[in-house]
């Protein structure tokens, strides 16, 4: 049985904070360790590029990523809206997706702000493009 209540380290909430409200880092990567917490991977500085986020991804595990999106709208307005990605590649370990899954949305209720969820299994649906469509 998958314990869908592990700790979430307060270094995951103030992480997300941080990129929320003083928005001086573009992404956050979670991962689940030792199976009893989710704990910060990585942060990405604001000079990181999308491209920085996706190489930063395992190819063969999960992971839970906030990314604070800039992009212009069709009326050329610049935004910013916060996605959260819950990386499942599928190649992964069925146990490692099974932990993932159900600790998604314990570690989603932390985070107040999310615009938009994308669910991606392989490169392909983290494609800028993808991220671009989800937003608009």
């Known amino acids: 049985m998958v314990d869908a209540n592990l700790n979430v380290d307060d270094a995951c909430v103030n992480a997300f904070n941080r990129l929320k409200l003083t928005k001086d880092i573009r992404f956050v990567i979670f991962k689940v360790e030792g199976e009893s917490q989710v704990i910060v991977e990585r942060v990405g500085d604001l000079a990181s590029t999308y491209q920085d986020f996706v190489s930063s991804l395992p190819h063969n595990e999960p992971r839970f990523v906030v990314y604070d999106y800039e992009f212009r709208k069709d009326d050329g307005i610049t935004s910013n809206k916060i996605v959260f990605i819950h990386w499942s590649p599928d190649n992964s370990i069925?146990?490692?997706?099974?932990?993932y899954?159900?600790?998604?949305?314990?570690?989603?209720?932390?985070?107040?702000?999310?615009?938009?969820?994308?669910?991606?299994?392989?490169?392909?649906?983290?494609?800028?493009?993808?991220?671009v469509q989800a937003l608009r």
């Open 94 to 99: 069925v146990k490692n997706k099974m932990i």
């Open 101 to 131: 899954a159900s600790t998604k949305e314990n570690l989603k209720r932390r985070f107040s702000g999310i615009h938009r969820e994308v669910q991606a299994c392989s490169v392909s649906e983290v494609e800028e493009s993808e991220i």
